[in-house]
């Protein structure tokens, strides 16, 4: 059995359609309120690190490996900026991608703008993929109540905004762990759609924090 990758679940029948109509307002209403409130937001102590370290990201993609200044080799003072080789770069290089194509630089908002659009919109996938998962296991009732109360939780509103490390990995965990249920509820037939949701969902995750490559050992072992 093949499921596209926003398919109801396979009980959706019995779902009161109002319920289902109420979910997808929420999940809209979710996206465009952390859209609105990341243009509000403003630049913390982390974005200013961050922002050096996604130049130099795209400087090293850009020249092919030859600017190696993202490694911090060279910075007798660096201090904890060395360590940040060890995470993974992949919404800063995008991020830093996007803003050299648009011509923004670091010293201006707009620069802030798109790190902080990005980060909602991770943040927006973090709730639509957590309410996936209660929708799949208990229906649209659930699945409203728990979009509600974690867009009602100041402290993931807040780190939607612009945690850079945190939230990219959380939707990218979330992501996973939904495609992997989706996966054993099929098995041994698992849909190409749910195996390729997993491994992007595990390719965020280990791209944000490569600390979790338990990701790739249950990937392998949902082919065996």
Not at 181 to 208: S, V
Request: hydrophobic fraction near 45%.
């Amino acid at each position: 059995m093949t499921w596209p990758l926003y398919a109801p679940p396979p009980d959706a029948s019995t779902q009161s359609p109002r319920l289902r109509q109420w979910w997808l307002a929420a999940v809209a209403f979710s996206f465009l309120v952390l859209a609105v409130l990341a243009f509000n937001s403003g630049i913390n102590e982390d974005d200013k690190f961050q922002e050096d370290y996604a130049e130099r990201l795209v400087n090293y993609y850009t020249t092919f490996g030859k600017d190696r200044s993202v490694f911090y080799e060279a910075d007798a003072d660096s201090g904890y900026k060395k360590y940040a080789k060890y995470y993974g770069g992949v919404f800063d290089l995008t991020t830093g991608l996007v803003n050299r194509a648009l011509g923004f630089q670091p010293e201006e908002r707009a620069y802030h703008h798109v790190r902080h659009l990005f980060n909602a919109g991770l943040g927006g996938l973090l709730l639509l993929f957590a309410s996936l998962l209660v929708r799949d296991i208990a229906g649209y009732r659930a699945a409203l109540i728990a979009l509600l109360l974690m867009l009602a939780s100041p402290t993931l509103v807040g780190h939607a905004m612009m945690n850079s490390k945190d939230i990219p990995f959380a939707a990218g965990y979330m992501i996973s762990v939904y495609y992997l249920y989706r996966c054993l509820k099929t098995l041994p037939d698992i849909g190409w759609r749910d195996g390729l949701g997993f491994i992007l969902g595990a390719a965020l995750t280990i791209g944000t924090r490569a600390g979790v490559s338990w990701c790739w050992p249950m990937r392998r072992c949902l082919w065996v």
